[in-house]
């Protein structure tokens, strides 16, 4: 295992332009820094056998405060390798300078260099870690909430997303449940009542494919399985090998006690159906702290409890 790349010097607040120097400084002296157009840039640090193939938006790292990729020090940690690719704008990664970057990529067999590549992204980053690992055949792909294609003779149902409607989805790297088709293994994570999420996750398929569903999580899984601690442990299990619909589900009991879940779980009960439940799910979420969505859904369902001649669970026992 290569020794991590010390990055802890301090993080002042830098403007965009030196921001870009200090990633083209540690490309140059790790491995390389890319300029792919004007909307996309590729970092890549070398540290041993195993490479992990990241896509976010660049912005969006920028005015969070962070200097590098998602998870650069947990994958340095690990003693691995990063190749993160990152956009200016909600591109979807459709440039034709990103897609010779990886056509490039491909030819030259830069990916041979490494014993185990996964290939990672949400949202629009996991619809490009789908098309482009292609460029990889026998790659790990972890997509959460990926998006099939945009291509508006395929999916025009999808209406999230205007701004990138005008990019081309029919050249290289374009359909990602086609472009899927050389991986090893292929996870699929989204939410099967987020509409559009489930149309696309249906249209993933393949002996390669394993879809796990992360109910009431919404859209926002990558950033609920972050708060829960999951996501290390979810693209470790992709490295090893042992990431399995069976691990995964046992790893998701952690929301159990994740609150933005339990808040939309509460909310899709039917109020009038299973006022107990709320009861009983309310009192327990109260119990480790306020929270006024569970306030008034508990309150509401209590009043329908004792209209219907039932005890809340909260006044049982001669509690209050």
């Given amino acids: 295992m290569s020794s991590a790349i010390d990055l802890k010097a301090p993080t002042d607040k830098m403007g965009r332009k030196a921001w870009n120097a200090e990633l083209r400084a540690l ?21 041993g056998k195993t490479l992990i193939v990241t896509f976010e938006n660049l912005d969006h790292v920028f005015e969070h405060g962070n200097r590098l990729p998602w998870g650069f020090d947990f994958v340095q940690k690990q003693g691995w390798s990063i190749l993160g690719l990152m956009a200016h704008d909600w591109t ?3 440039d034709n300078d990103v897609i010779a970057f990886f056509n490039r990529l491909k030819k030259e067999d830069f990916f041979s260099q490494f014993d185990t590549v996964v290939f990672y992204g949400a949202s629009m980053g996991a619809y490009a870690a789908c098309a482009f690992s292609a460029a990889c055949p026998e ?22 997303y205007q701004k990138a409607w005008k990019r081309n989805y029919n050249n290289d790297f374009g359909y990602a449940p086609d472009m899927v088709a050389t991986a090893k ?23 390669n494919i394993t879809k ?11 950033s609920g399985l972050i708060q829960m601690g999951l996501l290390k442990p979810v693209v470790g299990g992709c490295v090893d090998g042992t990431l399995t619909r069976t691990s995964f589900y046992k790893m998701l009991r952690a929301r159990r006690d994740f609150r933005r879940y339990l808040r939309e779980l509460i909310l899709r009960i039917p109020a009038s159906k299973h006022p107990l439940l709320i009861a009983y799910l309310a009192e327990r979420v109260l119990s480790t702290g306020n929270g006024p969505v569970f306030r008034r859904r ?23």
């Fill in 92 to 94: 979807w990664y459709r």
């Fill in 298 to 320: 508990l309150n509401a369902a209590n009043a329908l409890l004792e209209k219907r001649g039932i005890t809340p669970p909260g006044k049982r026992g001669g509690s209050k």
């Fill in 212 to 222: 796990l569903k992360c109910r009431f999580q919404g859209h926002r899984i990558a």
């Fill in 27 to 47: 490309g140059e002296d790790h491995g390389f820094f890319e300029e792919l157009g004007a909307d996309h840039t590729a970092l890549f640090v070398k540290s």
């Fill in 185 to 207: 293994d292929v996870f699929i994570l989204y939410d099967p009542l987020e509409p559009a999420d489930a149309m696309h996750a249906a249209l993933f398929r393949g002996p």
């Fill in 139 to 160: 790659a790990t792909v972890v997509a959460i909430s990926p998006q099939a294609t945009l291509d508006r003779d395929v999916t025009s149902w999808e209406t999230r």
